[in-house]
């Protein structure tokens, strides 16, 4: 495999895109894309769980050459891509409930290995309620029998197609629609809550990334790793989401960088239960500069600024970036892609 | 070819001789020793062509099959009980996107109590569900409604549930010709999906419908299982062409043609029933059995040529609904209006229906003095112990 090619600078990777050779360009800047979530749905403005689901199917639809089946969990990216009688899915789809997306992924990987037709390759998406909650017990099962299936997990840290409620991936202190900015300790509680890419590396399947829509091209690059093993694996990507958030729609790209650089949220890569890269970060941030320009954070600026709980914040970066050597990385796992030979 | 077999072996041969390619199974009493035959077939390679999922709960086994059927494998799967109902939300999907899935219910109690013993509450309860439900009064109508099953599903595009007794049938050695695999492939032809998750015509399933085409989506579901009960009745007869033996598809009527009264009864107890029948008519007592093999779709038409002029029915419940009554017998209430109707509720969570038992309510029907619903046996000392359990 050719090494990833990585961006530093801050601004459009459209420019940079333009400035590699053709075969290392993003598979959206190829116009024979698949458009496999193709225009037309209903998502918000700015939606990061649209963003994310369209540069990982067209990477998937590439890496498979066109040989893809997909399922979905109930949740805002099925809502907004099948609303009787349209549908935005150019690749086969399957909705079939909320909480059972990892076992029906199983269920069309071992009916093509019934078949004999192990040429097409299967991928399970849901967002995080759909994943970590009331999917989880069918994620787990899915991994520990190593069923051929790569499960996309759009983490947006709530439920948002019901309307942004808490999920167990929504961080500590953020507002949700049942974690309000009320009372003594206003937004999610602290010390709850799971790292789902943690956990499936627990299972020590062949293959687990977290990736964000802030890097585009590495996302695009880590499901085309994924789909280069066989057996389960797991893609964890944050999608920011303008409206549970409560954000500027065109910032979202931008929140997501953020959540990397302030160490909030952690970018890396392991195989069998070890981890075998991290997204080193470049511009260091404080958490602050993440939770001033989401309408979620806001209890702790306003009315006063509440730097108890911004520390506590804080602490929990600064622990991931000591845990995955976010700031160490090229002393442990080298120089980073694509720089070198 | 006629062998000494346990009910659950039965079944699993039969299942394996349908050519499943993928099964997928979580252990529950008294469903064990299906799923166990059938995952040693695959396992030694004397099922080819097949796969073997172990997962994690029912919810997963039906997702699994729902999951498997989309992508174009004939898929099976059994459970019973709190496994039903653990499965309950992916059994809805399953019908709603039309999936011939074929899955077998060793009937047996829900909890709580916890009961492992069987009645009927865990199939009467996904009634609704969309399913068809045929129920099965031997082990021989055990095996064989699986083949029909498996026909019927494809054909029409919707999941069987087969239903047979935990414990008296699954567990129950009796001569049972289990279908052979000549005649079963003759008789079942390799699942032609009516849709499929295929990259070369993509399509989408499952999407969401609105208040625009809901309820046409539904309509068309209840024509499609009216469609069922003209099938099935043909089908039955290919059946016995193919296999050379009778299988009643939607009814199978004892002794009613000129009986007073009819008992209406689903699975296993049927059997007992046709002795106390043969008892009470060589007493010179006009009574008849009907048994249902169709509860969903309920033969409405079928039941009415069978119980003939009969003026009572009684009705015998192996499950009930509390604050209602029977569950059956409101069914049948609606098809045969004009006549007099009892409910009486028998061999709940296990316990053993007697000859006796049933020769004293039916007395009591012909006497006049059986009460609208009647609990069979009811311990009347243990009522009263309950009564002084102090608050
Ligand atoms: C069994 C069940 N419980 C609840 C729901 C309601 N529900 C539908 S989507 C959803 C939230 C989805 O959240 P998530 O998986 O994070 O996806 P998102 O919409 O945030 O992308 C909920 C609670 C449901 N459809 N099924
Ligand atoms: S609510 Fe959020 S996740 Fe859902 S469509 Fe809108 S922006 Fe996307
Ligand atoms: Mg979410």
């Known amino acids: 495999m050719s090494e990833r090619v990585r961006f530093f600078q801050t601004g459009s990777f459209a420019v940079g895109n333009r400035l590699l050779p053709l075969d290392a360009r993003t598979v959206q800047s190829d116009p024979s894309r698949s458009n496999s979530l193709t225009s037309g749905h209903r998502a918000c403005r700015g939606c990061g769980e649209a963003l994310g689901a369209r540069y990982v199917l067209d990477a998937a639809m590439r890496a498979t050459g066109g040989r893809l089946v997909t399922v979905n969990a109930t949740g805002c990216l099925e809502v907004f891509s099948t609303p009787y009688p349209e549908t935005s899915w150019r690749v086969p789809w399957l909705h079939s409930l909320f909480g059972?997306?990892?076992?029906?992924?199983?269920?069309?990987?071992?009916?093509?290995?019934?078949?004999?037709?192990?040429?097409?390759?299967?991928?399970?998406?849901?967002?995080?309620?759909?994943?970590?909650?009331?999917?989880?017990?069918?994620?787990?099962?899915?991994?520990?029998?190593?069923?051929?299936?790569?499960?996309?997990?759009?983490?947006?840290?709530?439920?948002?197609?019901?309307?942004?409620?808490?999920?167990?991936?929504?961080?500590?202190?953020?507002?949700?629609?049942?974690?309000?900015?009320?009372?003594?300790?206003?937004?999610?509680?602290?010390?709850?809550?799971?790292?789902?890419?943690?956990?499936?590396?627990?299972?020590?399947?062949?293959?687990?990334?977290?990736?964000?829509?802030?890097?585009?091209?590495?996302?695009?690059?880590?499901?085309?790793?994924?789909?280069?093993?066989?057996?389960?694996?797991?893609?964890?990507?944050?999608?920011?989401?303008?409206?549970?958030?409560?954000?500027?729609?065109?910032?979202?790209?931008?929140?997501?960088?953020?959540?990397?650089?302030?160490?909030?949220?952690?970018?890396?890569?392991?195989?069998?239960?070890?981890?075998?890269?991290?997204?080193?970060?470049?511009?260091?941030?404080?958490?602050?500069?993440?939770?001033?320009?989401?309408?979620?954070?806001?209890?702790?600026?306003?009315?006063?600024?509440?730097?108890?709980?911004?520390?506590?914040?804080?602490?929990?970066?600064?622990?991931?970036?000591?845990?995955?050597?976010?700031?160490?990385?090229?002393?442990?796992?080298?120089?980073?892609?694509?720089?070198?030979? | 070819m006629l062998s000494q077999i346990e009910g659950s072996r039965a079944v699993a041969e039969t299942v394996a001789r349908c050519r499943p390619q993928v099964i997928c199974a979580y252990p529950i009493s008294p469903q064990t020793h299906i799923v166990e035959a059938l995952s040693a077939l695959v396992k030694s390679g004397r099922l080819a062509g097949c796969e073997f999922v172990n997962v994690e709960s029912e919810f997963a086994a039906m997702s699994v099959a729902i999951g498997a059927s989309a992508a174009g494998a004939r898929a099976y799967t059994a459970t019973a009980s709190q496994g039903l109902l653990y499965m309950a939300e992916a059994l809805y999907n399953a019908s709603g996107l039309g999936l011939p899935i074929v899955m077998t219910v060793a009937n047996r109690a829900i909890g709580a109590p916890i009961n492992i013993w069987n009645d009927h509450s865990d199939a009467m309860s996904q009634r609704d569900s969309g399913w068809i439900q045929l129920y099965a009064e031997d082990n021989q109508a055990a095996a064989d409604l699986h083949v029909l099953a498996f026909r019927l599903a494809e054909e029409l595009s919707t999941p069987v549930m087969v239903c047979m007794d935990g414990f008296v049938l699954t567990h129950a050695v009796e001569a049972v010709d289990v279908p052979g695999q000549a005649a079963a492939d003759r008789f079942l032809p390799p699942f032609q999906p009516r849709q499929v998750l295929d990259p070369d015509a993509p399509v989408t399933i499952g999407a969401m419908v609105g208040p625009e085409a809901f309820t046409e989506v539904r309509y068309l579901a209840h024509v499609n299982q009216l469609a069922a009960l003209a099938r099935m009745s043909e089908l039955a007869r290919e059946f016995t062409a193919t296999f050379d033996r009778p299988l009643a598809p939607l009814v199978s009527p004892y002794r009613c043609a000129d009986a007073e009264t009819v008992v209406v009864a689903l699975g296993s107890v049927l059997g007992t029933l046709k002795d106390t029948v043969d008892d009470l008519r060589a007493a010179g007592v006009p009574v008849g059995v009907l048994g249902l093999t169709a509860f969903r779709p309920f033969p409405v038409e079928a039941i009415r040529a069978a119980i003939g002029p009969a003026r009572r029915v009684v009705v015998l419940e192996r499950a009930f609904a509390a604050g209602v009554g029977g569950i059956v017998a409101a069914d049948l209430a609606g098809a045969l209006p004009d006549r007099e109707m009892h409910t009486v509720v028998a061999g709940l969570g296990g316990r053993p229906v007697t000859r006796d038992s049933l020769r004293e309510a039916l007395a009591a029907a012909f006497s006049g003095k059986l009460a609208p619903l009647t609990f069979l046996d009811l311990d009347e000392r243990l009522l009263r112990a309950a009564e002084e359990v102090p608050s």
């Open chain 1, 100 to 341: 059972n997306a990892p076992a029906v992924a199983s269920g069309v990987a071992t009916a093509l290995k019934a078949r004999g037709r192990t040429d097409i390759r299967v991928l399970g998406q849901g967002g995080d309620g759909g994943t970590v909650d009331i999917g989880f017990g069918c994620l787990s099962g899915m991994f520990e029998r190593g069923d051929d299936v790569l499960f996309v997990c759009y983490d947006n840290q709530g439920y948002m197609n019901t309307g942004v409620q808490r999920s167990g991936a929504t961080p500590p202190a953020a507002r949700t629609s049942t974690t309000q900015a009320v009372g003594p300790e206003p937004g999610n509680v602290f010390g709850q809550g799971k790292s789902a890419p943690l956990i499936a590396m627990a299972h020590e399947i062949p293959y687990v990334a977290t990736a964000t829509i802030a890097d585009l091209h590495d996302l695009e690059s880590k499901v085309e790793r994924a789909m280069g093993f066989h057996g389960a694996r797991y893609l964890h990507v944050l999608v920011p989401c303008p409206l549970g958030w409560g954000g500027d729609a065109a910032q979202t790209v931008r929140i997501a960088r953020l959540a990397v650089e302030s160490g909030l949220f952690p970018v890396f890569e392991a195989e069998r239960g070890e981890v075998t890269a991290v997204s080193p970060i470049r511009h260091r941030v404080p958490v602050e500069e993440y939770l001033r320009p989401q309408a979620r954070f806001r209890h702790l600026f306003e009315p006063e600024r509440r730097a108890d709980v911004i520390d506590r914040l804080q602490a929990g970066a600064d622990r991931n970036i000591e845990r995955f050597g976010l700031l160490r990385a090229e002393e442990r796992f080298g120089p980073p892609l694509g720089e070198g030979s």
